[in-house]
């Protein structure tokens, strides 16, 4: 739950729409890794994480576990699809519009940061079910 007021603070700081270059590099890092966790490959979904998270959790088998129990519907879903995305200071908040396996509907706000060596990596998700109250 505080990780989620926390996401929506950030998004809410995040008050200007982003770039069309900023929206395509998050959509793309975002994809990428949600097509890694789709085939399994533990290795590249990693890759997409941001220092913060690999210190969390530090070795990609444990990162892929974590991902499998506490966000299924980002891991098996029908469906996923970009809504509406926020930059500012070399962060974005990109929300994601997912219906999972059983056909709920559930909301992710993705943050990716722009890393020192010009890369951008998620350093969040948060996930709620469509409809649920903060």
């Not at 974005?92 to 219906?99: D, P, Y």
């Not at 890369?119 to 409809?131: D, F, H, N, V």
Request: aromatic residues 8%; glycine residues 6%; hydrophobic residues 45%.
């Amino acid at each position: 739950m505080r990780t989620l007021v926390l996401m929506i603070a950030l998004l809410i700081g995040l008050s200007a729409p982003a770039s069309a270059d900023d929206v395509a590099s998050a959509q793309s890092v975002i994809r990428s890794q949600e097509q890694a966790l789709g085939h399994d490959d533990a290795a590249a979904a990693y890759s997409y994480a941001a220092p913060a998270i690999r210190q969390l959790f530090p070795q990609a088998d444990i990162f892929m576990f974590m991902v499998q129990n506490s966000y299924a519907p980002i891991y098996r879903h029908k469906s996923f699809e970009f809504g509406e995305a926020r930059a500012a200071d070399g962060k974005i908040a990109q929300r994601v519009h997912i219906v999972d396996a059983n056909g709920e509907a559930w909301e992710a706000l993705y943050t990716l940061e722009t890393q020192p060596d010009g890369s951008l990596k998620i350093t969040g998700c948060s996930l709620l079910k469509a409809g649920q109250s903060v």
